[in-house]
């Protein structure tokens, strides 16, 4: 079985200083993650995503996120934020890189940008 | 041009009746899923399909019923609605079963009155 836990369900930063947003999985098996956003009243996009390959992995719009084996963690980062930045954010945690695995979602974190 | 195309886009209706909401990719993909976000916005997947067969089947009552006509599409029926069922309801699609990309519709807003 596999579950993500986001740390935060709302995380407020100043606009221009650095977003962290936390991620802790557990999987049985090596896991793919993802962060997804979503802004107000949109479906849901993909930010990027880990499949075991590198494990710094660079997504859209400056975020960045960290694989950490030893800490079970994934957390999003972004080093200056953006008022475009204010959406609902989404860690997900899929058990095996292939087949059909069903994905399993955070609860997720509100990230709201202060002018 | 919209990737995935779902209507309605709101849907506001009585307890015990029967609704449908459709969903349309252009994307060209072979998988397409239904997903509920509740009110505190946990979203939980329902069904997929690949290729117009059902893959993964959520517990999900059985008054749900997905169609798959052809892979462009997947359309989600509701029968005898309750009002649990109020949620905002995504369509989504991907290459292939692995889901390691998923595309979201814009969701539909179903109020169950």
């Known amino acids: 079985a596999q579950s993500v836990t986001q740390l935060d369900s709302h995380v407020s930063v100043s606009e221009g200083t650095p977003v962290l947003l936390r991620c802790n999985y557990s999987?049985?098996?090596?896991?793919?993650l993802f962060w997804y956003v979503q802004h107000p009243n949109k479906g849901l996009q993909l930010l990027l995503k880990?499949?075991?390959?590198?494990?710094l992995v660079k997504g859209i719009n400056g975020f960045e996120a960290e694989f950490k084996k030893s800490e079970t963690s994934f957390h999003l980062t972004k080093p200056s934020a953006h008022m475009s930045d204010a959406a609902e954010y989404f860690c997900?945690?899929?058990?095996?890189?292939?087949?059909?695995?069903?994905?399993?979602f955070g609860t997720g974190t509100r990230l709201t940008i202060i002018p | 041009d919209t990737a995935v195309s779902q209507t309605p886009k709101y849907l506001v209706t009585q307890m015990g009746n029967d609704k449908s909401i459709k969903c349309e990719q252009n994307?060209?993909?072979?998988?397409m899923y239904w997903y509920k976000q509740d009110s505190k916005k946990f979203l939980k997947i329902m069904f997929s399909?690949?290729?117009?067969?059902?893959?993964i089947n959520e517990t999900v009552p059985n008054r749900f019923s997905p169609k798959s006509p052809d892979k462009a599409h997947l359309n989600l029926h509701i029968n005898s609605l309750e009002l649990g069922d109020s949620a905002v309801y995504f369509c989504?699609?991907?290459?292939?079963?692995?889901?390691?990309?998923?595309?979201f519709g814009p969701g539909t807003r179903l109020t169950v009155l």
């Open positions: 989504a699609s991907s290459q292939d079963p692995s889901g390691n990309e998923q595309f």
């Open positions: 999987s049985s098996y090596s896991p793919s």
């Open positions: 880990y499949t075991s390959a590198a494990t």
């Open positions: 997900v945690v899929r058990p095996t890189n292939f087949g059909n695995e069903k994905l399993t």
């Open positions: 994307l060209g993909h072979d998988t």
């Open positions: 399909y690949n290729n117009k067969e059902l893959i």
